[in-house]
């Protein structure tokens, strides 16, 4: 029965006549795809995927990459990446285009996750001697609004550590006395994104110096911020 539909659908697809001389426009070449396929083959209920041009961006892109960190055995260190931050042993390892949202973050962190647990040893035969490498994984390289998703905090105005928020942080009270979420701490402390947060800092300083307040909430402050 299979054989049969197979050899049906391949005399179908033999017979199809694609014009080679002509091509269509790339950003519509998908919009007539369904007649490139057989009719019998042609999805009914399925839907048609028409992506147009504009909708990819590079304000859309989710990546997750993989950096090689170091390479130790018994302690000593056999190999180290000499430049974390550069692209040299980077890979990425999931690429998609989609908006990077809190369920986007949070739902990607759990599939990586749960294919760290399924990773097994890397077994190699080099020289006459076989070396066998466990990996250890760690989830890091984040921005703040990544570690605001996966820890579940709703405002960009809080800390994702202690949960405070800008406006108690800067009484300087409770700082210290809150309970800090300790497993936060995994995400380290990228230098990139602390030189931008820094600059960013020092922009938005110079801008609201004339209102001496941090957010422009009054008409007229956003005037001013807004200039
Ligand atoms: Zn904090």
Not at 8 to 24: A, C, F, G, T
Not at 116 to 136: G, M, Y
Not at 177 to 199: E, K
Not at 201 to 217: G, I
Request: glycine share 2%; with cysteine; proline share 4%.
């Amino acid at each position: 029965m299979v054989e049969a539909a197979a050899a049906i659908n391949k005399e179908n697809i033999r017979s199809m006549v694609y014009s080679l001389d002509s091509y269509p426009k790339l950003n519509s070449f998908l919009e007539s795809v369904d007649e490139d396929v057989p009719e019998p083959s042609r999805s009914s209920g399925l839907p048609k995927y028409k992506q147009k041009a504009e909708e990819i961006n590079d304000a859309s892109v989710f990546m997750i990459s993989l950096v090689l960190i170091k390479l130790v055995s018994n302690d000593q260190i056999l190999w180290q990446n000499p430049r974390t931050l550069s692209t040299q042993f980077s890979r990425p390892i999931r690429f998609q285009i989609t908006k990077e949202t809190t369920e986007v973050s949070a739902t990607e962190k759990e599939y990586v996750e749960a294919r760290v647990r399924t990773l097994t040893n890397t077994k190699l035969h080099v020289c006459e001697i076989d070396f066998e490498i466990s990996h250890t994984l760690l989830f890091t390289m984040v921005d703040d609004q990544v570690c605001n998703a996966v820890t579940g905090t709703t405002s960009t105005q809080k800390c994702y550590i202690c949960k405070l928020s800008s406006k108690v942080l800067k009484t300087f009270k409770k700082v210290g006395a809150a309970p800090l979420n300790r497993s936060t701490y995994q995400f380290g402390l990228f230098s990139l994104q602390g030189w931008i947060r820094r600059f960013q800092f020092l922009l938005h300083l110079l801008y609201k110096l004339p209102l001496k307040t941090w957010q422009a909430r009054r008409k007229e402050a956003k005037g001013i911020v807004s200039q």
